[in-house]
Nanobody, 125 residues
Framework: VQLQASGGGLVQAGGSLRLSCVASVSGSTFSTYAMAWFRQAPGREREFVGTVKWSGSVTEVADSVKGRFTISRDMAKNTMYLQMNALKPEDTAVYFC?????????????????WGQGTLVTVSS
């Protein structure tokens, strides 16, 4: 599966952005994949942001973004979203979407089988 992330940009602290990740597979195939967002800031390791189960019924987000970020997916559009509110300068990073054909979730970068190219989010103070 090929993944295309978009929606990054420059935003002031306290602002919002919505990232999208489109999967280039058939609708029935997309429904067999768990999806996730990771991010990587300069000089730091890639870190988990959030994940959503194949059905969309179960989601998990990192403690650092809990209450501010929401992950979801639209089966009809083969798309996963990351709604980011109350952004902080420490949220600045390249955000990557990932996928794995599994009935579970993707909690670590090593679990993912497919990666998108990344989209840059910059939060100014």
């Amino acid at each position: 599966v090929q993944l295309q992330a978009s929606g990054g940009g420059l935003v002031q602290a306290g602002g919002s952005l919505r990232l999208s990740c489109v999967a280039s597979v058939s609708g029935s195939t997309f429904s067999t994949y768990a999806m996730a967002w990771f991010r990587q800031a300069p000089g730091r390791e890639r870190e988990f942001v959030g994940t959503v189960k194949w059905s969309g019924s179960v989601t998990e987000v990192a403690d650092s973004v809990k209450g501010r970020f929401t992950i979801s997916r639209d089966m009809a559009k083969n798309t996963m979203y990351l709604q980011m509110n109350a952004l902080k300068p420490e949220d600045t990073a390249v955000y990557f979407c990932a996928a794995k054909r599994t009935t579970g979730l993707i909690m670590t970068a090593s679990e993912a089988d497919n990666w998108g190219q990344g989209t840059l989010v910059t939060v100014s103070s």
